[in-house]
C-alpha cells in the first residue's frame, strides 16, 4: 500500500481539499486558521473604531447641545432686558411723561450691556439684522436714536421689540427640539424650559399692553383682544410647562400661587378685561409695571432654576457618554495589543499542531507498515480466508472438506546427511530447501500446512473448496513435479558431491480442517486422508512421487500426466486401533511430450 493511499481525498469545495500530507497543504491550512482566527479581531476592531466614532460624535452632540443650552440661558438674559425695555418704551410713548425717559435710558444701558455680554450669537440668515450681534446692535440703535414719542404708537413700540423677541425665541425653540431629539437624557425639562420662556415673552406683552390701558384709562377693541390673547397665551404655557417639570411646579406653587402678587395681578387684570375706566391714574400705571414685572422676575428666576437643572443633566449625560469613550478606546487599545499575540498563539499552535499530525503521519505508517507485516506473517501462518476471519474476531468454525489433495515429502537420507553436519548447517540446509520449495509453491492454488524438520506439508482444495472436485489434485501433482525436477537438480550445500534424494507422496480424499490453540494458533488437517498421504510418502521411494488410487482417479481427467501402477500395498491408517488398508498404488512419472515439462525419476 503506498503512504499517499492513507489520505482518502474528500470532494468538498475548491479550498477544501489541499493535502495535508505536503508542504504546501500545510502551508495553506495554517494561513486558513490565522485568517479565521484574525476575521473575529478584524470585526471586533472595526466595531470598536465604529462605536468609538459614534459614541465621540454623541458627544460632540451633546456638548454643543449643553453650550446651546447655557447659551439659551446669556440670551434669555438679553430677551428678558428686551422685554423690560419694551414695557418701558411703550408707557412712555402712551403717557408722554418725560419723567419715564431717564428710567427708559437706563433700562437701554441695561440692554446694551447684556447684549455686549454675549459671547456668542445666534447668527441668523433672516431676517439680515440678526446675522451678527453688530448688526443687531445697529438697528437697536438706529431705532433709538430716531425714537420720536410724537410718531410712535404703543402698538408699533410693542411690535418692534416683539418681533426681535419672537426671533430669539423661535431659534431657542429650535435648539430645545433639537436637544430634545439627539439627548440621551430626560426630554421632558427642555420642553418646560421652552414653555416657560415662551410664558414669559406673553406676559412682557401683557405687561406692556396693560400699561396702554392704566395710561389711557381705555383701550380699543382690537387692544383688548390683543392683550386677552397674551393673557391666555402666558397662562396656558405656564400650566404646560408645570405638567413638563416638578420643579416649575413647586417653584410656582411656593412662591406664587395663592400670594399676594397673584392676587394683585389676578385683580388688576380683571379691571383691564373690564375696560370701562374713564381715566387713567398715575398710581395704577405704576403700580401695574411693577407687579407684572415682579411677576416676569419671578419667572425668569424660575428659568434659571431649571436651565440649570437641564444644564447639570446634561453635564452627567456627557460626563458618562466620555467614560463609555474611554471605556470603548481602552478595549479597542487592548484588542489592538491583543492583535499580533492571538495570531503569534494561533501560529505556534497550528505549527505544533501540524508537526504533531506530522508525526502522528509518520507513526501512522509505520503501524501500517508493521500492520502489513504482521498480516504477512498471519498469513504464512494461516490461510488468508481463515487468519482475515481472525483478524475481524469471527469464529472459526471447524469445517468439513468431501475432497482434497494431500501431499507430503521428505529427503531420503536426511538423518545421515545431518550427522556428518553442524547445526548451524542444519539449519542452514533446512532454510535453503525451504526456500526452493516455497518459490514453487506460488505458482499453484496450494497450502502450506506445516514442515517439520525435513517433513514437508501441504495441501490443496481448501480453505476455499474448488469448484472442479478434481482441480486440486492437478494443482498437486504439478506443484509434486515442479519440486522433484528442482530439488533433484540441487545438491546439499555443505556436501556438493552429494544430491537431494525427494520422497514424495500424495492422496486424494475428504479431510476435516481447523485451526488449533490461540497463542500459536495452526491450521490443521485430521483425517484418514491425511494418515494415507503420510503413509504414501514413507512407503515411497527417493526421486518419486507414489500417489494412491483416490489421486490416480482424479488425475484421469488430465491425460497429460503419465502415471503408472506400483501395485498393491497394505498400509497401516491408525497406530492405536492397527487400522490397516489395502490400496493400489502409481507412480506420476511425468507430463506428457506436449508439455513444456516432462520429469522422469522412475530409475
Known sequence: MDQTDLFVPIKRCCTCNENLSTKRGQNIILVKILVLAIIPIIVLVIQGGITIADDNNHVRIQNKVEADIKFSVEIGLLVHNLQIERGTTTMYVSSGR??????????????????????????????????????????????????????????????????????????????ITNAKYVTGTRWQPLIAYHMILLSKEQAGMERALGGVFYEKGSVSSSELLWYKEKATLGVSYLARSMEYSNTVQKQINSRYTSSELEAVINSMRTVILANNSTHGSAE??????????????????????LSQEIIGMLEDYVTSLKKNLIINVLKMVFVILLFPIIVFLVYTLTNKLQQFANSLKNKTYDLEEERRRSEQLLYQLLPISIARRMMKK???????????????????????????????????????????MDDKLEAFDVYKVETIGDAYMVASGLPVATKNRTR??????????????????????????????????????????????????????????????SRMESSGKPGMIQISSATKEALEEYPEFLIRERGDMTIKVRERDDMTIKVSNHIVVGKGPDEDLLVDRTQ
Open 394 to 436: 469471527k469464529q472459526i468454525i471447524p469445517r468439513h472438506y468431501d475432497s482434497v489433495s494431500i501431499y507430503f515429502s521428505d529427503i531420503a537420507g536426511f538423518t545421515d546427511i545431518c550427522s556428518k553436519s553442524t547445526p548451524m548447517q542444519v539449519i542452514y540446509m533446512l532454510n535453503l530447501l525451504y526456500i526452493m
Open 472 to 533: 486440486h489434485a492437478k494443482e498437486v501433482a504439478s506443484m509434486s513435479l515442479e519440486i522433484m525436477s528442482t530439488v533433484s537438480e540441487a545438491t546439499v550445500p555443505h556436501i556438493p558431491q552429494e544430491r537431494w534424494k525427494v520422497r514424495i507422496g500424495i492422496n486424494t480424499g475428504p479431510v476435516v480442517a481447523g485451526v488449533v490453540g490461540t497463542k500459536m494458533p495452526r491450521y490443521c488437517l485430521f483425517g484418514d486422508t491425511v494418515n494415507v498421504a
Open 98 to 175: 418725560m419723567d419715564i425717559l431717564p428710567v427708559l435710558q437706563s433700562k437701554r444701558k441695561i440692554t446694551d450691556k447684556s447684549l455686549n455680554a454675549l459671547g456668542e450669537w445666534i447668527s441668523l440668515s433672516t431676517p439680515g439684522y440678526f446675522r451678527s450681534k453688530n448688526t443687531y446692535f445697529q438697528r437697536l440703535r438706529e431705532y433709538r436714536n430716531t425714537f420720536d414719542s410724537l410718531n410712535k404708537s404703543s402698538s408699533e413700540v410693542i411690535r418692534f421689540y416683539s418681533n426681535d423677541t419672537d426671533v430669539i425665541l423661535a431659534w431657542l425653540g429650535s435648539v
Open 284 to 305: 395704577t400705571s405704576i403700580a401695574w409695571p411693577n407687579n407684572i414685572t415682579s411677576y416676569i422676575d419671578l419667572l425668569k428666576e424660575i428659568q434659571d432654576i
